[in-house]
């Protein structure tokens, strides 16, 4: 990491990019990435497995940072585990803000002309040859079938067809315009000079902590301003080529470029309902589990099916079941499971998914007693769903049927919920039917939640011995 004082590029200039060696020379830069508060070390680990470096999670929770080379850059759009990804231009672990507004601002003004751009622009163009042609950019109206536009595609093709789009946007990234190449033919110049179009920008600034003298506003404004000047861009906020992202932490600073047009958590889901997980959180809850071939694992309260989808797309040696008492939640999911089965069929995968749909009474499961290995779900927060009342008598009714399915011993439960205090108390009064190993706690749209790793009971003696102190119990 740079200090405030120190300067990666000379003063004032931009190394220009490097128009021929695009797509060619394989460089080494880092990745940022934002996960889900709370599984950011989940994300690393997929990181450590997938592409085989080190991830370092950042001060600021939801984020990691990892280097890569350019040659690995369509491994890290299959990262399940991540939202948004940005390559990093610099970044600074203790910037000493200026006492003032006027001279923080200043100082931001002049950085945008002393930072190492180079590297990180090349890695921009790279990736945008492997994106997919979409017919609108992340202003634009997200798609209803959810697909993410940034999977890596990188067909050869597509490609040369690219380039000399590529080519005329270069002319844009350094301040002076250059004359075309001596040897260049006169015709092909004639064709390119229409398409060549300005490019277009705009700066986010994502900032945290009570001790700055200045607003996200005022320094996205600031900032945005002195890039537009130093590299002649055209700001956009909505139809914008490039995304400057300008996070701060406290004292920490990082300056990026987005890689990503809408978040990766999109990519499974085109029939919404009122709380639709995000499927990045999905993966996370997954990990947590360690979900093992064979195993059989049920969602009971499924809504979309979010959680299952995830789990049969990437732990597909697993055999999920989907199910929940509400017929529109039920369509909902089987709309999504043959999107999914659509979308792999067009690119030629097999179709199938190791998932089925059931509609079912919670408190009374269609289920063989000890028959499932992992239970995991959303259990209602009682907000958008449900309400908190219901939460006392919903929440130690399903955790009995749950610990009735599932396999004595072995298995495991991995629970969301908002309502913190209603799922203590009906654990404590499950008599040791689970046992809680971990809880990892997470930001779900605002709200602070606990995603609760439970354990079963050792054996079905205890269980049956359980259900006879509540039948006396009740007698008495």
Known sequence: MSSPGEEAAEPGTCAPVELEAIGEEIISVTIGATVPTGFEHTAAEEVKEKIGVDARVSKDRGRIYFPITTDKLFQVHLLRSVDNLFVVVEEYDHYQFKDSKEETLAELQQLASKLPWTSALQVWKQNRALKKKKGHRRGGKAKPNGEASDSAVADAAEQEQEQPQAVAADEGLTKTESAPESGACEQDSEKAAPEAKPIKFRVTCNRAGDKHSFSSNEAARDFGGAVQEFFQWKADMTKFDIEVLLNIHNEEVVIGIALTEESLHRRNISHFGPTTLRSTLCYGMLRLCKPQPSDIILDPMCGTGAIPLEGAIEFNSSF??????????????????????????????????????????????????????????????????????????????????????????????????QDKKCFSKAISRMGGLWRKLHTVWVNVGGLHAGVYLLKMYSSLCDFILFNLSKMNENQS
């Open 320 to 417: 999920y079941i989907a199910g929940d008492n509400n017929d529109m939640a039920v369509n909902r999911t089987v709309n999504n499971v043959c999107h999914i089965q659509k979308r792999r069929a067009d690119k030629g995968s097999t179709p199938g998914l190791p998932i089925d749909t059931v509609q079912w009474d919670l408190c009374k499961l269609p289920m063989r007693t000890s028959s499932v290995d992992i239970i995991i779900t959303d259990m209602p927060f009682g907000k958008r769903m449900g309400s908190r009342k219901k939460n006392w008598d919903l929440y130690p009714s399903c955790l009995r049927e749950m610990a009735r399915v599932c396999r004595p011993g072995s298995g495991k439960a991995v629970l969301l919920t």
